[in-house]
């Protein structure tokens, strides 16, 4: 590259130069206007070359050194403490820099599960997180007296009338059957709380996915089979599942359904199901005698920790922006 051609290049850099932070303009001040900047060096071969050359030399070496000078003093200013405080806040400006939100692993695995039952005909549905004992717990078959309640520990909000922060989405399932007759296929999904001792494995609240299906002659063989689509949808081919006996006291019969990867040996239970009980659907005006459903409860953190190899729970709730940062792409 002869001098001319390096001037020219040195233009081109100043032009492009963008000075967005303050390290970023003393940089550029030591490279185009320091001491020893570059231009200095194209000044010295001035000497050197005929005439003609040498007056576009200097021509370009000026315009170049003007420009960063402009560039230099306006970022100066940019950066200067009193001139931002004076500057009147340019509300149309873009935000910058730019930082791409993430979607958080919970919310990520929550619309593939939703998304599942989605394309099964399920409709979404919601119900509040405030909520009181009647939806929370009676008419889920759990009257004031039943041990069921001491299952989890609740927080309570106000006491008489009763108020607390729902311990289970399945308060939802009375909301919707409350105000709709027959048929009814909906999930819904949402935050629980519990009080509960926070660990590696257990907090304070987490998040869960209900699910509900009320017609006629709705049998459990259409919720085994639901689950076991659910099963390989989600977890897919390297795992199996195993449905067993349980018991809640808004299904009859009720089931638990573990997964475990294939060729391993521990179980780990994802959901808790059943076929509603005659009673709930009592308390909800819906006539038991024409009616049957099924329902399913599941939590979102389990499936999350084990799909993103994540051992700690306490780390999905720190909005540490290290670990959220990692989802960017998810
Ligand atoms: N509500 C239960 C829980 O929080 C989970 C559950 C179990 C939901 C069985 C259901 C069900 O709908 O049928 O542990």
Redesign the pocket.
Known sequence: MNALERAQALLAEVEQAELLTAEQAEAFRLRFLGSKNQLKELMALLKTLPTEERKQLGHLVNVVKQLAEEKYRAAQQRFSPKVQASLPADITRPGWPYMPGSRHPVAIVRDQIIDIFLRLGFALADGPEIEDDWHNFTALNMPEDHPARD??DTFYLSRNPDLMLR????NV?IRIMERQQPPIRIIAAGR?YRNETITYKAHVFFH?I???YVDEAVSFANLKQTILYFVDEFFGADYECRIRPSY?P??EI?AEVDIRRKGTERWLEI????M?HPEVLRNCKIDPDRYSG?????GIERPAMLKYGITDIRILYENDLRFLRQFISA
């Open positions: 299952m989890t311990s289970q989405t399945s399932q629980v869960q209900e699910g509900l809640f808004f299904t009720s959901m808790g199901c059943g509603v099924f329902a399913f409860g599941m």
